[in-house]
């Protein structure tokens, strides 16, 4: 079993604003640890704002209950008809993420069935060690990097999977594929997105994620990847057109990789395409579409592949810079 770090920040830092509001001698102490548990947030742009949010929402229930609790009384009705005000308050200010921080405020002041300057002071107190102590504990957000590698990497395997297995069914009509890396593809890339905008979250200053550009080039081209699909499966069986693009999907997924020698296939697919030019015309209906079909995957296949040449510089390109 695995603990989060979420966890080891509830863990210590419940303890620490419980023990700092028992230092300076507030009453309702534990309401300090109760409000550092439900300010623990899994970003710190997350984190300034909802600390901002609690802490506006608590100074309004805060003088919300100092006129209900005042002029109508300590009764379990009125924190029923205070809550009926509040709750719309926060939905219109956009700060509902305070009703539960706020709420600790409420039931502290009406079970203690009074109201004077030092007590009101105390909850302030409460509310400060209680959300600060989240906060500054969320200032420490661990590193995605790792996870983004292995998201990247995991990715990558599963496109080369792909590609072999549409170079296999060109090849011989292998039909035991399962389609599943299909699957997984859009379930990674979903993942992924979710770890580059909490890794955004946590780099308040930075403009641009690294790894946003590069999930976002192979989301368009999974895209591509399940309209080719239909497209091979209208191949001819078996002529010398498969096999050449048989081979060419099993080439680029040998080339699956953070890198980008894209221009490499994209000079192989200019050439086949020049060499299907060159091909009898079709005589027959069946035969057109066959070939309509094929131009429609080439087509596909070049903006797979310019998607890949538009994300980087071509490590090519680079290589001859380097060797001039």
């Known amino acids: ?9 509830t863990a210590i830092g419940t303890p620490i604003a419980i023990w700092i509001a028992q230092l300076l001698g507030l009453s309702n102490f534990v309401s300090a640890g109760i409000l550092t548990i ?36 300590y009764h379990p009705a009125v924190v029923g008809v205070l809550l009926m005000v509040f709750i719309p308050v926060t939905v219109f200010l956009n700060i509902t993420q305070g009703i539960a921080t706020s709420s600790v405020i409420i039931l502290n002041l009406y079970s203690a069935q009074y109201l004077d300057y030092a007590f009101l002071v105390d909850q302030f107190l409460l509310i400060v060690i209680g ?30 999977v792909v590609l072999y297995e549409i170079a296999l069914y060109v090849r011989n ?25 909490r890794d955004k979250e946590n780099h308040l200053l930075r403009n641009k994620h690294p790894y946003r550009d590069y999930f976002r080039m192979r989301s368009r081209q999974y895209e591509l990847l399940q309209r080719m699909l239909p497209l091979v499966t209208k191949l001819p069986k078996k002529d010398s057109i498969t096999e050449k693009i048989a081979a060419f999907f099993e080439g680029l997924s040998e080339a699956v990789h953070p ?12 050439q086949l395409k020049k060499e299907f030019d060159n091909e009898d015309l079709p005589c027959s209906r069946e035969e057109f579409e066959t070939r309509a079909n094929l131009f429609r995957l080439l087509h596909d296949i070049e903006d797979y592949l310019l998607l890949k040449k538009r994300y980087k510089e071509s490590d090519i390109n680079i290589r001859k810079k380097l060797t001039k």
């Open 259 to 270: 890198g980008n020698t894209a221009v490499i296939y994209l000079e192989e697919l200019e």
């Open 131 to 160: 959300i600060g102590t989240g906060l500054l504990l969320n200032i420490y957000m661990p590193s995605l990097d790792n996870k983004l590698k292995a998201k990247q990497k995991e990715l990558e395997q599963n496109f080369q």
């Open 1 to 9: 079993m695995k603990i989060g770090y979420r966890t080891i920040k």
């Open 38 to 73: 439900l300010c623990i947030q899994p970003s710190r742009k997350q984190s300034f704002l909802s600390a901002w949010n609690r802490f506006l929402a608590c100074i309004i229930a805060s003088m919300l209950s100092i006129v209900f609790f005042h002029y109508i009384g």
């Open 173 to 197: 009509r292998n039909i035991v594929w399962d389609g599943k890396e299909i699957t997984k593809i859009g379930q990674l890339l979903e993942e992924a997105a979710d770890l580059v905008e």
